[in-house]
């Protein structure tokens, strides 16, 4: 499957993966991965077949929602969780089990919440990171450049303002799938 992804990703995409490309290597078995800028429903196979390049083992969350049939079996094959959006459920307190109870997971998610454009960062990755005292990986996905950049490990210190600050800039210059949503 890895010689198919790379095909599809490096050859007929024409992309390219740059920075910590030893993610399947490293010792960290627990992370939150947000990718951004995401702008357009592309994003979700760019970073399947980057993962499948990498032979990365990543996880999302989603709505519950998506888990019936006839998509569910499939969500759950790429590694998906389920969770209720709907109810008076603490989702940070929710995810944080997640990682307390698998030996490996690593959660990808987009750290603005929707495909469109927006001022600020949602934190709930960031409170979720600090909770379950996992480190952030940040990756690019810059379609302007056809590049997936990824980050070292990030462990959040307790100046949230300081550290969002260190992760857009790890961001800044990249243009997504949608450049005016980036």
Do not use: C
């Amino acid at each position: 499957m890895q010689w198919l992804a790379k095909l599809i990703y490096f050859k007929l995409l024409g992309w390219q993966v740059v920075g910590n490309t030893n993610i399947s290597k490293s010792t960290v078995k627990k992370a939150v991965i947000i990718a951004a800028p995401h702008t357009s429903w592309h994003d979700f196979y760019i970073g399947v077949l980057l993962r499948a390049v990498l032979q990365v083992k990543t996880n999302f969350v989603g709505k519950k929602e998506l888990f019936v049939f006839p998509f569910g079996w499939f969500f759950k094959v790429l590694g998906g969780s389920p969770i209720n959006r709907g109810a008076n459920e603490n989702k940070v307190e929710a995810i944080a089990q997640l990682f307390k109870g698998k030996d490996e997971f690593r959660m990808a998610l987009s750290p603005e919440g929707t495909r469109k454009k927006v001022a600020t960062w949602r934190t709930g990755f960031y409170h979720i990171a600090k909770k379950a005292q996992v480190p952030i990986i940040m990756f690019t996905l810059d379609f302007e450049n056809k590049q997936n950049k990824i980050s070292e490990p990030f462990y959040p210190t307790d100046d949230i303002e300081a550290d969002f600050k260190f992760m857009r800039q790890f961001y800044e210059g990249v243009k997504g799938k949608i450049p005016h949503y980036s």
